[in-house]
């Protein structure tokens, strides 16, 4: 990829995870400055070029506003935000509970919410900026055991769209991506005998979301 984002302050949501980390990989190479902020700790081996925040819990107001605005303080601004934290979780609707229905809720849908409006004032004060969010395939048509996530995935959806309306004349562009099944470890461990060519690559899925910010 071409260094199209030279000097760019970027945060990323989920930024310890594989996507979070393949996309810093593409920004940091694109010539960007990046923020990574993550609910885990903080993970050993990270490059110390990136902002890196731990044990920030983005379905929390608070924890959000406080973890976005120490990451424009050290990079000195924002100029785009990527809502890449989020889970899966498969269970179907009749042995299921409103538990996990609230749980993908709130680590999907009120992540992105909360990340996008603690970013707002950072990104709008420096004439706009770019909001990319990670939405699902299935939100356009839950399969089997995917009901509570495709519905917080379909709520990212409804989201990006009602952002992307609502600051369009502000230099705000909000977009979203709709992987089908991301090929990480952790899938890979959870499926084994699922066809991995099939699966999306972090790195590439990455790469069209440098594009978007």
Do not use: C
């Amino acid at each position: 990829m071409q260094a199209t984002l030279e000097g760019r302050r970027i945060a990323v949501t989920g930024g310890f995870g594989a996507l979070g980390r393949a996309l810093a990989q593409v920004l940091d190479a694109a010539g960007a400055r990046v923020a990574l902020l993550d609910r885990a700790a903080l993970p050993a081996g990270l490059p110390a070029r990136f902002v890196a925040l731990g044990g920030v819990d983005l379905s929390e107001a608070a924890h959000a506003r406080a973890a976005l605005d120490q990451a424009a303080s050290r990079l000195g601004g924002l100029d785009g935000l990527a809502n890449v934290a989020g889970g899966f979780l498969w269970e179907t609707v009749e042995s299921g509970g409103i538990e996990s229905w609230d749980r993908m809720q709130a680590i999907n849908l009120r992540t992105a919410l909360l990340a996008s409006q603690a970013a707002l004032p950072h990104l709008l004060a420096a004439g706009g900026g770019r909001i990319v969010n990670v939405g699902s395939g299935g939100a356009q048509q839950a399969g089997l055991g995917m009901g509570a996530y495709a519905a917080a995935k379909a709520g990212v959806a409804r989201l990006t769209e009602a952002m992307a309306e609502e600051f369009k004349d502000r230099g705000l562009n909000v977009n979203a991506v709709l992987p089908g099944m991301l090929d990480t470890p952790a899938n890979r461990a959870e499926m084994p005998q699922a066809d991995f060519t099939r699966w999306v690559a972090p790195e590439a899925l990455a790469q069209v979301m440098a594009f978007l910010l």
